[in-house]
């Protein structure tokens, strides 16, 4: 009979601490359909041989997201479904029609801690090409997630340019939610043809981010501020893009297909 003075004790030791702290995930219930308002404003500087060039950038949306269960994570779904783009240079302001991309699909797949690899990237026209990348944006979209749980206070990095941390919870009236801040910093080199030749363009990119995250609910917005550079070897030329970006998730009804 003494072992069942033990029982209570044991299955206390066993149960997981109402305390114990939890790693945000992407999934199916915390993204699900979601809309998010993004607001993404640039200055781009360029110099190419004795020409200087500055120039700023700007896009203003809405991106609707659907999310649903699939082997390798989340099959993620996205489109446009308001957009407004604008460049404004020395020959004053370009702004060209955004009506083409509109719910334009982007398909991909999307792992737990935000990792996105593309399968499907809507027809982007050519204006709305000379203004920003719009194939690679849900490449970056998604903030990252630690694949570990963080106290506040942690941190975790991958050894390869990423580090997250976990700040101090904020409060709200539908409870807590979580801070959380993210450095990401990548370098490589590609070759680039010109004519016979290959020029090697050095590039670089420095983020900057904090994320807003409620249990369940998934993330509630966030903003980053991104420096892009590129070189050209022999100092045959240089541009740096100096990014900042606000997204906040939108209350409301997904709409349809």
């Not at 915390?30 to 896009?59: K, N, Q």
Request: proline fraction near 7%.
């Amino acid at each position: 009979m003494q072992v069942t003075r033990w029982l209570p004790l044991l299955v206390f030791l066993a149960a997981p601490s109402r305390g114990a702290a939890q790693a945000p995930t992407y999934d199916a219930t915390t993204l699900g359909c979601a809309r998010f308002s993004e607001s993404v404003h640039g200055t781009l500087e360029s110099t190419f041989g004795s020409a200087r060039r500055t120039e700023t950038l700007g896009r203003e949306g809405i991106l609707v997201v659907r999310a649903t269960p699939d082997s390798a994570g989340l099959s993620v779904e996205a489109w446009y479904d308001t957009l407004a783009v604008w460049r404004d240079g020395p020959e004053g302001r370009f702004a060209p029609d955004a009506e083409g991309l509109l719910g334009g699909r982007y398909a991909g797949l999307l792992d737990p801690q935000g990792d996105y690899l593309a399968t499907l990237a809507p027809y982007v026209p050519t204006a709305l090409r000379d203004v920003f990348d719009f194939a690679r944006v849900p490449l970056h979209f998604f903030p990252p997630l630690s694949p570990t749980p963080l106290r506040p206070g942690g941190e975790w990095t991958d050894g390869a340019g990423l580090t997250v941390w976990r700040l101090a919870d904020s409060a709200s009236a539908d409870g807590p939610i979580g801070r959380y801040r993210w450095i990401r910093r990548e370098s490589w080199e590609e070759g680039v043809a010109v004519g016979d030749s290959t020029v090697i363009v050095h590039r670089s990119e420095t983020e900057d981010g904090s994320l807003l995250w409620r249990d369940v609910a998934g993330p509630l917005g966030w903003s980053s501020s991104t420096v892009a550079k590129l070189e050209i070897d022999n100092g045959a030329g240089r541009s740096a893009l100096t990014q900042g970006v606000l997204v906040r998730r939108l209350a409301g009804p997904c709409p349809g297909l």
